[in-house]
């Protein structure tokens, strides 16, 4: 068997980033793995990290955002939009603990929205607020990195007041000064973790799926794969397929991977690309395989067996996902006692133990083992070094490569 391939045979990663009860997690859980923070050293310490948006793929400065008056003190409210199913959720999923105990320390009720389903899709939705001047109606939500980028080059983000998070001071070692945000003045990093290949083992007649190449290729698929609408997983995960590195890759490597992506939908194997929807279709066998993110597919792995996962030996893609404060937004000092909040390590591995995500946030490790020891040890929580080995960053791009590479991956999700 393929050690890349999520299954219930798998040692070393079949406990991966399950977003599912404790204990229905704990029977599931793996080998030992390294630290957390070795991971996100991979991730942030070497200057790779996603689209910076400066040249060469520095920071450019950025414009100053537009703040409204705050009304925090007399307001005791926060609005956060964040992805789906991203956050600890009760057993009878209608509340979340660490949001219910945040109330009742700080008496600021948290309006939580998962309406963050895509980078550009919400992009679309919030930038037309943010050139008109106008309240986007959040006080905070998560962006992946090489989105954090953007937002700070045009202007749409304000700097957090580290004052109101003295808990900052807990975040990873290695995540401090990326290169998108140096020094950390507009974000802070909420979860990280991987994209790779879900599958459905009725969809695909028994069997794994467990490459790029097969995903794009295999007739028994055809029609039922979907890829996803995030540009540097989608592409990323095939230029590795085809022995490139994502951290230092060419215009001819990207187009290389744009030929093979269109090639796979002029015959007929790609369904469509999506955003985080694909789950449904992926449990319900209308999508046979896809690119995926890992606890998406795992949650849905509780309820069906069949649903499968694999990390492609030839390389996945790591991100981060990060708390940012967006132009006038109304309640930011709220919004910073929410960062602050789960910034405490106890509180991080309360969400954790749920989500399965590679949290940020020093200590959380040693809290996670007293909810359950066996927390410690799943793999892509605390990956092994074989895993970390196989993971690749998208390197930064300069604002002109954003413009011509979204132009070339749009010419092939929008066509």
Known sequence: MNESSFDKDNPILRAALMRGLVSRRSAMMGAAGVSAAAFLAACGSAGKSPSSGGASGTAAPAKTAAAAQDMSDTEKIVNWSNWTEYIDTSEDGKSRPTLDAFYKK?????????????????????????????????????????????LIRQGYLQKLDLANIPNAA???????????????????PWQSGFAGIGYNLKATGGKKIESITQLLTDPALKGKVTLLTEMRDTVGLVMMEQGKKIDSFTDADF??????????KDSGQILRFTGNEYTEGLAKGDIAACVAWTGDVVQLQFDDPNIQYALPEKGFTLWSDNFVIPALANHKKNAEKLIDYYYDPAVMAQVAAWVNY??????????LVKIDP?????????PTPEVLSRAQVFRGLTPEEETKYNKLFSGLTTA
């Open 106 to 150: 700080t008496g600021i009720k948290v309006t939580y929205n998962e309406d963050y389903l895509d980078n550009d899709e919400f992009y679309a939705k919030v930038r037309p607020l943010l050139e008109g001047g106008k309240d986007t109606g959040r006080d905070v939500w998560c962006s992946t990195d090489w989105m954090v980028a953007r």
């Open 170 to 188: 807990n975040l990873e070692d290695s995540l401090k000064n990326v290169e998108f945000d140096p020094g950390r003045l507009y974000s802070l």
């Open 255 to 264: 187009q290389a991977a744009i030929d093979m992506i269109q090639q796979a």
């Open 358 to 367: 590679i949290a940020p946030v020093k200590g959380t490790k040693e809290e």
């Open 374 to 382: 066996d927390l410690g040890k799943n793999p892509l929580i605390v």
